[in-house]
């Protein structure tokens, strides 16, 4: 078998409201403690911020669309 070919895939089911999944993911205090280490702010339509990975020594600006 050659690995090149392989398809890994990978699933999981979260056991908690469509709204607290949510909010994990718009507020920083919350998605820094599974994603990334540092941001700038609340996700929010229109606004700009900064996501961090120390870890890695990478950032950048993402602008919040919807």
Do not use: Y
């Amino acid at each position: 078998m050659n690995p090149s070919n392989l398809i890994i895939k990978s699933q999981m089911q979260i056991h908690r409201p469509v709204a607290e999944c949510f909010e994990a993911f718009v507020n920083p205090e919350v998605t820094t403690k599974f994603w990334f280490t540092k941001s700038s702010g609340r996700l929010e339509e229109g606004k700009k911020v900064r996501w961090d990975w120390e870890m890695f020594g990478v950032g950048d600006f993402l602008t919040v669309t919807e």
